[in-house]
């Protein structure tokens, strides 16, 4: 059982409501790449008795860090633990973001809470031009963007309330400045990937975009998690969360 | 060492322990192959499969309620066919026993799946009536004592494995139901499938299930299924798998000592992968330190108060 | 200020707003008047009464589970006569509806209470037909449609009051037996009663509860008796008054979606003791700020999927 | 709603498993005296949607103790809160030990966790002999007997092991030392309970007993902390916990 303990080493708040936790466990971290995620047990409490998927934000040595948004009473929960604290993490899980070296030149997208496995993509994928569209709602809400400069040629953030950078959508500013990408990466509200998807596909470009299901096991046994791609039912754990674009958004959808 | 002896006999079928993964919860174990030894489980009850490939019900499936969940995957599967190709060679490396949980929109339904597994390894059939995610489905049966009556009889009638009826809590008199399955032929019953529930988004007014109504399960509807179990027990002289909201060894145990002869875990594993090797060695300890020799002799051993 | 109505009418009684204290955890108001100002509730449903005093089940008469309890009062109550004598003069003074739970053990007891309450200031009759503590008792009424039917109509022939119908769900349909309530003449229904369920102590391998099995309430049934509410409400026409592990007021929105007019609050008392004043004022709040004029809008509109 | 907050000013181990809480709040610590209780919600979840009842230990000016064993789940959790920590209690409830200033000698009986309104209760009542009867179940059990000496004429510790004191029950204790008393306070387990109202009763001397009940409500209105008691069925919460010797134990019990 002595797996799933996670220590947490340093707790921190981004924003007013993301929390970002730099946690303890080799396995975990040893076995972690862009676009997994960890499950997350939030409360010692059988109220709540399912995990919530969190995904990885970064992995080195024996530590991986997550960041989560407090959006329900699971989230709110997790935000109590503390430094030194133990976590009971199950992960990683799931199927994350492929590269390729002989990629020339990609673009990462992430809008909102999608944002962390694309940050952690644009900082581990190495050796050719990176292009980073971040979208947030507002100013406030801007994370992670500081010490990502670094790792990306360019980095493009829109803001819908336009409080700060490009003002409106994320897809917006990708399509204006879209180029002959030979790979991207999205991660975002289902919306916005949906349109991204479309796009990309029509203009033949190849794409991984992060899907978001509701959970049960996380490991591919329930069957709760799914979705339809051109081949059949998938599982968005365990075949996802990551997908090729081509597989997935493939029907009009309400 | 004191041995303690922790097998029990089903219709037959002898478990090595009376921990047994319920159906739809545990796929068909290669996932949570990959936390516990399979080997150490008494029992799997694969995920529930028709005679066709069903892709299930829209998402989103699931919805967390008060210490349980809803679900309406609405019976997604292989079908038997591809269960049989592809499943239970890998099911056959292991020792734990194999029931598969059978599900069919008419009486023929279950008469051709009964057909097709007869020629293969697996142990026990488990005929789910109770199934409520399907629409025009098998929830008919389930819930009168002439449907389960018909259908145990017609499966019983051309089955060669061990057959166990599993009965949905939905219903007036679950005792009655039991005990139409037993006059039937039934080798042995199961419960509590879900219970039909609704949770509702209010901001948009509509239900949180895309399939509107799911089935309730985990730790919230323990304190029914016990309940269930006992009035089983009471009516019934086949043996009986209890399950609910099993999160622990103790809970297992309110349902053997309540009359079942083995358990099912379900929802929690969710929680904690590692749960049904846990219960069993759990279990183990726990006969030790209490002079039990046998779990036979905790099965129903419940009394009353008054 | 934006006025905001949250009046609803009840086979003609008009509470000032929908929530309701559910019968048996309120007592007769008196404790909670303590902590709320009873003046504010929309009504309350009295301790379920009977002709004769009765004291009730020996204890332990409750136990604790996943977030829910189960309860075996076993209607101690100081029967309708000194309920007439004592209660009703406090009752009286305040503004709420009171709302008179009478559970029988006959056609002939129910009848008798009616008659003597006939003659009282009390607003409505709840027919709790469901109570699952008392041995040969109500719960047989409850069960099947014939006993509802049956004293439905025998109370509705005598009753000066409107009178509604509390169903119990431990059924098969829960919308065929309010259906022939509706069809007796119940002026309303209310729902739903306790679930029946057991606890067992591992150690002493005895049922927690000295009466063996009570009735599970709190949030752990809450998805259970939404789903309840919208099949009934599906299946008649009169009034519904939802009920079943309300928490707070987004759980009170639930059943007024999935149908019901009005709200009962009860296990959820025993946490907040200012709940049913806080729902209140939250209700208000809510309305305002969604601009909802008249809460009647909110009744029934679930949209389902697909 | 704000009646509800009590803060803890202080948290502390008297045994292994006994944790004493000093806790803030004027209106609980006003109303307080010897016998009543609180009812504490134990965590923010809702797993247990039971408050539990505690004794009050002791009261003044605006602030109030309790000390609780950890006993299941509900302690358990009560346990996790720390110095600082807002928990939320509902009381003083109940029907206390009352006190005459006719009194010229009284006894104080108390085991396990029945000790801590008795404790309460000699600390509180003046003006006349007062002797202590403690029962606890081993030496390392025993508990807040120092400050006790101070308050009491005479002492009387047994250990069920023998470790400490009379080795043994308290209620032979009791009985060997048993005098003309005019008054006997007493809390404890059922069984000693009711050994010693017997005792009592049939040796005339008038005495107040402290019940246990499981509760909901604790206040009244769910009817199911009942007790039969000579005035017919009563409720421990409310008519009680504290009741005269002469009204319950009057049936002999399984
Ligand atoms: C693969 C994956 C990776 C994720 N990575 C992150 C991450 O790195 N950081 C982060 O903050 N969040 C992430 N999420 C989302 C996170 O799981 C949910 O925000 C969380 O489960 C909400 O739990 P809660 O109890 O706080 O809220 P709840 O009370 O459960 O719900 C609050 C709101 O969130 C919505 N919601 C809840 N669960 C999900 C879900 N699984 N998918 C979609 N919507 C949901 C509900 O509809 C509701 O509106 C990820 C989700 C998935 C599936
Ligand atoms: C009026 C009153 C005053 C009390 N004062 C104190 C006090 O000052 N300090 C203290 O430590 N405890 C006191 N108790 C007991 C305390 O309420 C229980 O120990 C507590 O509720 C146990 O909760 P839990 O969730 O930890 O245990 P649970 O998991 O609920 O139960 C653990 C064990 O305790 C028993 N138990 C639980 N609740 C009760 C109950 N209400 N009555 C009897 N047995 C119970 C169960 O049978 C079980 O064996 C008092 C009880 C009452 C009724
Ligand atoms: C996600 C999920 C899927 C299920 N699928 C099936 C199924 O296919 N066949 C079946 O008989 N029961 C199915 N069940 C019911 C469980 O086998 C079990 O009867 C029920 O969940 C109660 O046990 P639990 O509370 O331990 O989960 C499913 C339950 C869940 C949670
Ligand atoms: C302690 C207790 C006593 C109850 N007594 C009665 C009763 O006398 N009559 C009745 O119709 N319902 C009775 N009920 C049922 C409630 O009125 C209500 O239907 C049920 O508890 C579900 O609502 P809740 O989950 O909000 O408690 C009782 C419930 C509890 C918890
Ligand atoms: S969450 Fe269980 S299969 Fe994906
Ligand atoms: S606990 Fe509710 S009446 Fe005593």
Redesign the interface.
């Known amino acids: 059982m002595n797996l799933l303990k996670s220590k947490i080493i340093e707790k921190k708040m981004l924003t007013h409501d993301n929390i970002r936790l730099v946690l303890e466990n080799k396995e975990i971290a040893g076995k972690s790449y862009p676009g997994v995620f960890v499950n997350v047990r939030c409360c010692h409490s059988d109220e709540l008795i399912l995990r919530r998927p969190i995904s990885v934000l970064d992995a080195y040595e024996d530590r991986y860090e997550i960041v989560f948004k407090v959006m329900g009473k699971g989230t709110e929960r997790l935000a109590y633990f503390e430094t030194g604290d133990l976590l009971d993490v199950l992960g990683p899980l799931g199927k994350g973001f492929t590269f390729s070296q002989n990629y020339r030149k990609v673009a990462f997208i992430g809008g909102g809470i999608g944002i962390f496995p694309v940050v952690y993509a644009a900082k581990q994928f190495h050796g050719c031009q990176k292009d980073f569209f971040a979208g947030f709602k507002t100013k406030e809400e801007i994370m992670l963007m500081e010490s990502l400069k670094q790792h990306v040629d360019h980095l493009y953030l829109s803001t819908d309330d336009g409080s700060e950078g490009y003002p409106g959508f994320i897809t917006d500013l990708f399509m204006e400045k879209m180029t002959d990408y030979d790979m991207v990466y999205i991660c975002g509200p289902a919306v916005m990937e949906e349109k991204i998807v479309k796009t990309l596909r029509k203009n033949k470009i190849k794409g991984q975009v992060s899907l978001e299901e509701r959970m049960g096991c996380g490991i591919g046994a329930c069957l709760v998690c799914a979705c339809k791609t051109s081949h059949g039912i998938r599982h968005v754990c365990k075949d996802g969360p990551v997908f090729d674009i081509e597989d997935v958004f493939i029907e009009d959808e309400k | 060492m004191k041995h303690v002896n922790t097998s029990v006999n089903i219709a037959g079928v002898t478990f090595s322990n009376p921990v047994i993964a319920a159906s739809?919860?545990?796929?068909f174990g290669?996932?949570?192959g990959?936390y516990v030894d399979l080997n150490k489980l008494g029992g799997i009850s694969v995920?529930g499969l028709t005679l066709l490939p069903r892709?299930?019900n829209?998402?989103?499936?699931?919805?967390?309620?008060?210490?349980?969940?809803?679900?309406s995957?609405g019976l997604?599967n292989p079908g038997v066919e591809r269960f049989i190709s592809d499943e239970i060679p890998f099911l056959s490396q292991y020792d734990l026993k194999t029931i598969v949980n059978v599900a069919g929109n008419s009486i023929e339904d279950y008469v051709n799946m009964t057909l097709k597994l007869n020629e293969t390894s697996v142990d026990m059939l488990e005929i789910n009536l109770s199934c409520p995610n399907v629409k025009h489905g098998c929830v008919s049966f389930g819930?009168s004592e002439q449907g389960v009556y018909e259908v145990t009889k017609a499966v019983k009638e051309v089955s060669k494995k061990p057959v166990i009826i599993k009965l949905t809590p939905?219903?007036?008199?679950i005792a009655s139901i039991a005990y139409k399955a037993q006059d039937a032929g039934a080798d042995g019953v199961s419960l509590i499938n879900t219970?039909?529930?609704?949770?509702?988004n209010?901001k948009?007014?509509?239900?949180v299930?895309?399939?509107?109504?799911g089935g309730?399960s985990?730790?919230?509807?323990?304190?029914?299924a016990?309940?269930m179990v006992?009035e089983v027990y009471q009516a019934i002289d086949i043996p009986i798998i209890g399950m609910g909201?099993i999160?622990c060894l103790?809970d297992a145990?309110?349902f053997i000592?309540?009359g079942a002869s083995a358990v099912m875990i379900g929802?929690?594993?969710?929680?904690n992968?590692?749960l049904c090797e846990?219960i069993v060695i759990d279990l183990i300890d726990y006969m030790k330190h209490n002079n039990i020799d046998n779990i036979k002799e905790m099965v129903g051993?419940?009394?009353?108060?008054?």
Chains 1, 4 share one sequence.
């Open positions: 739809g919860t545990y796929g290669r996932e949570y990959n995920k892709e299930g829209m998402p989103p499936r699931i919805a967390e309620t008060p210490s349980g969940m809803l679900n995957v997604e819930v939905n219903v007036t008199s219970i039909t529930g609704m949770k509702i209010v948009t007014r509509r239900p299930l895309y399939n509107n109504t309730l985990g730790p919230a509807i323990r304190p029914i016990v309940r006992h909201g999160t103790s145990l309110e000592i309540a929802t929690y594993n969710f929680m992968p590692y846990q051993s419940l009394r009353l108060n008054g």
